[in-house]
């Protein structure tokens, strides 16, 4: 079964690529397909965002989907960054300007700042729907550290490590993240639904 993976970020879509090696699931991606279509993220949820993603790739292909939407949800500010995380700082902004902006924003507040990464994995086939949640928690730090990753990854220490996220190398924060949960969790309905 062909199923497209809505997004435009290849390392996501390399991600879901090797998570579905070696099943009967060929994942092609939209640099495969050669679309550059770039959905407006219009929702409010991840849900709402991820559903978009997809039900717009269905439209054009007609062949099952899969998406993500993800962010990062701070406790002391009532869950922003949020669905806005990409944007945070504004338009076309950078990782470093968002990661200043959460700093400068959880300065009045006490240690430690409470947060998780979360991610929805949506599958949609023009019928039905899948959905999955995955979540990483952990806290915010103030002060950048690692090189590795992307986005927010070097404010935030997971629960159980000492490092940030850009302190992991990307094997072992791909064991622990909240896309590798919420894909997961996916890939095993796929395959059960597949094996009846
Ligand atoms: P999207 O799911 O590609 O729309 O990502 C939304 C935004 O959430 C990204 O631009 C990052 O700012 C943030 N984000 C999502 N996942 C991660 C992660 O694993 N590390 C750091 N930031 C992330």
Same mark, same amino acid.
């Given at each position: 079964?062909?199923?497209?993976?809505?997004?435009?970020?290849?390392?996501?879509?390399q991600?879901?690529?090797?998570?579905?090696?070696?099943?009967?699931?060929?994942?092609?991606?939209?640099?495969?397909?050669?679309?550059?279509?770039?959905?407006?993220?219009?929702?409010?949820t991840?849900?709402?965002? *991820?559903?978009?993603?997809?039900?717009?790739?269905?439209?054009?292909y007609?062949?099952?989907?899969?998406?993500?939407?993800?962010?990062?949800?701070?406790?002391?500010?009532?869950?922003?960054?949020?669905?806005?995380? *990409?944007?945070y700082?504004?338009?076309n902004?950078?990782?470093d300007d968002?990661?200043?902006?959460?700093?400068?924003e959880l300065?009045s507040?006490?240690?430690?700042?409470? *947060?998780?990464?979360?991610?929805? *994995?949506?599958?949609y086939?023009?019928?039905?729907?899948?959905?999955?949640?995955?979540?990483?928690p952990?806290?915010?730090?103030?002060?950048?550290?690692?090189?590795?990753?992307?986005?927010?990854?070097?404010?935030?220490?997971?629960?159980?490590?000492?490092?940030?996220?850009?302190?992991?190398?990307?094997?072992?924060k791909?064991?622990?993240?909240?896309?590798?949960k919420?894909?997961?969790?996916?890939?095993?309905?796929?395959?059960?639904r597949?094996?009846?």
């Amino acid at each position: 079964m062909k199923v497209v993976c809505a997004t435009q970020n290849k390392g996501k879509a390399q991600e879901v690529k090797n998570l579905f090696e070696g099943t009967d699931i060929e994942i092609v991606s939209l640099a495969d397909l050669k679309n550059n279509i770039d959905v407006e993220e219009t929702g409010t949820t991840f849900y709402e965002n *991820a559903l978009l993603k997809a039900k717009t790739i269905y439209e054009i292909y007609k062949l099952p989907v899969i998406s993500d939407d993800s962010g990062l949800e701070i406790k002391q500010l009532g869950g922003r960054p949020g669905v806005y995380s *990409a944007r945070y700082a504004g338009e076309n902004c950078t990782y470093d300007d968002n990661n200043k902006k959460v700093t400068e924003e959880l300065k009045s507040y006490r240690q430690p700042h409470r *947060a998780k990464f979360v991610s929805q *994995a949506i599958y949609y086939d023009g019928k039905e729907i899948l959905s999955f949640i995955g979540e990483l928690p952990g806290r915010m730090i103030d002060k950048q550290r690692g090189n590795f990753g992307f986005g927010y990854d070097p404010i935030f220490v997971p629960d159980g490590f000492a490092n940030t996220l850009a302190e992991l190398t990307l094997e072992e924060k791909n064991v622990i993240s909240h896309r590798a949960k919420s894909f997961e969790k996916l890939k095993n309905k796929l395959m059960e639904r597949n094996s009846k």
